[in-house]
């Protein structure tokens, strides 16, 4: 039904833009429909812009008003402002053609890599039983964990968690110190967890969580949607099994970034081993020669 109103609204503004012609805008062709200085928008390649929206975006264009909107306030104003730039030369500045064929070449590498890794990456019954069957402590029921954490959402921050970490302050009071958020409470206290609590997103988190054997005992650098975590096990009880087939699909969900990652580098050395690769190491090695040490601080001389 939406869809159908989709395309009502686009023969209604084809149909008014048509009056528009016959009562002033003269010099416009049939299919024309808009024209800004010398370039010429069609009817189609209009219907084409909208069609390459997010569904998001579609939703507000189920109105004559929206669509109308779209065509005054992006597709003019786009290529208003994309005349004005390549008037003033900038089509021609060496380092905007740089970032140019820059964005060129990731969107060609990401064509080539979801052709050549599609059905490369996916998980198959054998690698989740093969998971379930080494990690079988994973998924013990009702098996709970007391956990702590530290969570912060930039990479700096964490570096200077982790450093002070590193010569022993007191996890609590750096998880109230730099917690974001509610987070604070308590010195990142998150109390008893289940086994199958957290939702899919934070399936990384939990299985770092699990993983933790002793009590005090610290996790690696964990990342999810609020940030970088640093988990500290409290307490742990439970040990009943879960069967495979209510763990398999959140498995399959835990492998597969690594299963891509592991089929991206395999793609990646083949083919480099395809690929006639020369490195002036002679050159590489003066280069290194160049960098700068840091000068040595003299001492200071003691005031007499």
Known sequence: MKRWAFFGILLFLSIFLSDC?????KGLGKKELVRINEVSISIEEFQQMLEKQPLEGKMKLLSEKGT???????????????????????????????????????????ALLDEALRGRGEISEEDVQRYYKENQTLFSEPQEVRIRHIVVN?????????????RGESFEKLASTYNIGNFKEDGGNLGYIRRGQ?????????????????????????????GFHIIRLEDMRGSALRPL????????????????????????????????????????????????KPKEEKPKKEKK
């Open 245 to 292: 087939n209510q763990v398999k699909e959140r498995i399959r969900f835990f492998l597969q970034p690594k299963k891509k990652q592991e089929a991206y580098l395999e793609y990646v050395k083949e083919a480099k081993s395809q690929a006639k690769i020369l490195i002036n190491e002679k050159l590489w090695a003066e280069e290194e020669k160049k960098e700068v």
């Open 21 to 25: 012609q016959k009562t002033g805008e």
């Open 68 to 110: 109308r909107d779209f065509l005054e306030n992006y597709v003019i104003p786009r290529e208003v402002l994309y005349q004005t730039a390549k008037q003033k030369g900038l089509d021609k500045n060496k380092e905007i053609l740089a970032k140019i064929d820059d964005a060129r070449r990731i969107i060609l590498i990401e």
């Open 154 to 166: 930039s990479e700096p921050i964490l570096k200077e968690v982790v450093t002070k970490l590193s």
């Open 198 to 226: 957290l939702a899919p997103p934070f399936a990384e988190f939990e299985e770092a969580a699990f993983s933790l054997k002793k009590r005090g005992e610290t996790s690696e650098v964990v990342r999810t949607p609020f």
